[in-house]
């Protein structure tokens, strides 16, 4: 069975950072996206972030360029995301996914997106 799950959620103060961190289990494939979205209030998923473990490209959301990094520990198979300089803008629930299509995460919108694996919504919280 595949599974993700998430931590490293928080409260912070803008300008601080936090990481948060996906443990995947379960897979068989080498080659794999594996990314976040973030959720606000009544407001749609989007993307935010995606490893491809086939060459370790990286895709980020403009919003966060710059700011936030995407990485892996393939011996502990877990993605982290590092966020600095974290804005209130940033506060939402982050859910980590699986397999998934990298180049398009940040691009388009999550209901076009063919996502079959989520991971737990953890909450990002930034005061100003």
């Known amino acids: 069975e595949v599974q993700l799950q998430a931590s490293g959620g928080g409260s912070v103060q803008a300008g601080e950072s936090l990481t948060l961190s996906c443990t995947v289990s379960g897979f068989t494939s080498e080659d794999l996206g594996i990314g976040w979205y973030r959720q606000r209030p009544g407001t749609a998923r989007e993307g935010v972030s995606c490893?491809?473990?086939?060459?370790?490209?990286?895709y980020y959301a403009d919003s966060v360029k710059g700011r936030f990094t995407i990485s892996i520990d393939n011996a502990k198979k877990t993605v982290y995301l590092q966020m600095n300089n974290l804005k209130p803008e940033d506060s939402a629930v982050y859910y980590c996914a699986a397999d998934l299509p990298c180049e398009v995460v940040p691009e388009l919108p999550v209901h076009m997106v063919h996502i079959d694996t989520w991971g737990q919504g953890t909450q990002v919280t930034v005061s100003s």
């Open positions: 490893l491809s473990t086939s060459d370790d490209s990286t």
